[in-house]
């Protein structure tokens, strides 16, 4: 401002203190306002708002201030003697300053809610995939077991021997899936284990009516996992669509292709009043993209029904 010769070390001493508690003030009033404005204005729902109030208020706070600080430097070690050009300058200066660092400071806060942000989203995001993926495992539930009793029925009135080892086999397909349903993957060779089993229980209703060539190595199965219960899934599927019996019987067929299980059958399509829900296959379709985030593949033909799911390695 002045050649330091014009003032005493005691002055120079005191201007220096005083021109540091003017930044002192000046930021420690815009630091207020910034955490004062983050409460009404929010850098991603309302961003011009907030570069506005920032323009606004900035300016309005910081140039007031630092020309009442100056005058009073001048008031206290020059008596009066206002140099207004070197005020304006320093103002300028101060409010670039201030401005600068502003725009730093919001930079880095910027910076650091987004990462907040996306992780909050992410979390979100998770949370809501992890709460469908259960909705959808509790469907299993009900579904499994309205097609049993309905088997069960049955065979109680036709055959009350074969209804009471349906129902022992039953208690041993169920145990299966109270254990794993709980769990996203198992090993291919668990849930082909499963699957015959499971088959087994259909056998004692259907006999001849219903074979299963399972083109699936043992070595295969091991090199591989899938979701939980998705080939019971598809077997009940198979059977829910298709007329068969002893003289036309429902061959489904098991191979693996390049690291994807394919499914099919041939096709006889039941006829009943009944329109499909799609609830199986919808549910399956869902979980799979769930918990492998890949998509299975359905193919129909005039004469086949064909379902690759594509598996993951543990190689």
Not at 9 to 20: A, F, N, P
Not at 74 to 95: A, C, D, K, P, R
Not at 149 to 173: C, G, W, Y
Not at 220 to 249: C, T, W, Y
Request: proline share 3%; glycine share 4%; aromatic share 10%.
């Amino acid at each position: 401002m002045i050649p330091h010769s014009l003032l005493t070390l005691w002055q120079v001493k005191l201007s220096y203190l005083y021109t540091i508690g003017i930044a002192f003030i000046v930021w420690q009033g815009n630091r207020y306002l910034l955490f004062t404005l983050r409460t009404y204005f929010n850098w991603f729902n309302h961003p011009l708002r907030k570069i506005g109030a920032l323009l606004l208020v900035i300016p309005f706070y910081t140039i007031p201030i630092s020309v009442l600080m100056l005058t009073g430097w001048y008031h206290l070690f020059l008596h009066g003697e206002v140099n207004w050009n070197v005020v304006m300058q320093s103002t300028l200066i101060i409010l670039i300053a201030v401005v600068f660092i502003v725009h730093v400071y919001e930079t880095v806060f910027l910076v650091k809610e987004s990462e907040k942000e996306m992780l909050l989203n992410t979390q979100l995001e998770r949370a809501r995939t992890e709460a469908a993926l259960q909705a959808l495992k509790n469907q299993i539930d009900p579904h499994f077991i309205f097609n049993s009793l309905n088997t069960l029925s049955h065979l109680i009135e036709a055959s009350p021997q074969k209804a009471r080892k349906f129902n022992d086999n039953m208690a041993e397909v169920y145990r299966y899936i109270l254990h794993n349903k709980g769990r996203d993957l198992v090993m291919l060779s668990e849930e082909m284990s499963f699957l015959r089993n499971y088959f087994d229980l259909l056998k004692i209703r259907f006999e001849e009516g219903l074979q299963l060539d399972n083109r699936v190595s043992l070595e295969e199965e091991e090199r591989f996992l899938v979701p939980p219960i998705s080939l019971q899934l598809l077997m009940e599927n198979a059977i829910k669509h298709n007329d068969f019996g002893p003289q036309h019987p429902l061959r489904i067929s098991l191979q693996l292709d390049h690291g994807t299980l394919v499914f099919s059958n041939r096709t006889r399509e039941k006829i009943t009043d009944r329109n499909s829900n799609g609830i199986g296959l919808a549910n399956l379709r869902e979980r799979y993209k769930m918990v492998t985030s890949r998509d299975i593949t359905i193919s129909v033909t005039d004469n086949e029904f064909c379902i690759r799911m594509p598996l993951l390695n543990l190689d």
